[in-house]
């Protein structure tokens, strides 16, 4: 007996710490089964499996609805794959972390709660989050735009663009991650519809 209440309140206990990180891009399905509140919410299993770098949910779509940046072949996905970049809104200072997290952890080094602390308590944005940990923040957006290239890569492989395109697109990527890493919490969020031919 005693041991089924300590796995209950364990269980609680977990899921009061996995709550306040849904904000991080998990979408409502994902939070209901968590929460095990019923809900007539469904989940496609593809766009779960579909994750940008990090693995996480987020995209141009709402959450749940990502690229896979290792298998764009198509300019539809490129299109889609940038507006990803830009991050939702949404989601607060940090647009959405879970599709870069890998990047930010990489070059950030700190841990996720204090990303948290410091965009939500003390209202940084990635970029001064960055100059505070003595970072500059170029170096954040280069290494977001490195992690998506491979995408770009793939595209220009298959022969659904040119090399110029291909360049194109790099561009695009890192004009929308600088807006991700320097968005200042009020300005919309731009609509990318692809390059011009």
Same mark, same amino acid.
């Given at each position: ?35 095990? #509140?019923?809900? /007539?919410?469904?989940? !496609?299993?593809? &766009?779960?499996? $579909?994750?940008?770098? +990090?693995?996480?949910?987020? %995209? ?9 940046? #290792?298998?764009? /072949?198509?300019?539809? !996905?490129?299109? &889609?794959?940038? $507006?990803?970049?830009? +991050?939702?809104?949404?989601? %607060? ?105």
């Amino acid at each position: 007996m005693k041991t089924r209440t300590l796995r209950r309140s364990l269980a609680a206990l977990s899921l009061v710490a996995v709550l306040p990180f849904a904000a991080c891009g998990t979408d409502a399905a994902d939070t209901a089964a968590t929460s095990g #509140s019923a809900t /007539s919410t469904t989940t !496609d299993s593809t &766009a779960t499996d $579909q994750r940008g770098p +990090g693995g996480g949910p987020g %995209g141009p779509g709402g959450p749940g609805d990502t690229v896979d940046v #290792s298998s764009v /072949s198509s300019e539809a !996905d490129l299109v &889609a794959l940038v $507006q990803e970049a830009y +991050g939702d809104a949404s989601l %607060g200072l940090h647009r959405g972390h879970q599709p870069v997290e890998d990047v930010l952890d990489e070059v950030l080094q700190i841990s996720h709660d204090e990303l948290h602390v410091r965009m939500e308590e003390q209202g940084q944005n990635l970029a001064a989050v960055a100059t505070d940990l003595g970072i500059d923040p170029q170096t954040l957006i280069d290494a977001l735009v490195d992690s998506w290239s491979p995408a770009v890569d793939n595209a220009l492989a298959a022969g659904s663009i040119t090399e110029d395109q291909a360049a194109e697109y790099l561009d695009a990527l890192e004009e929308a991650f600088t807006y991700r890493v320097t968005w200042d919490g009020s300005e919309a969020t731009p609509t990318f519809s692809g390059i011009d031919a």
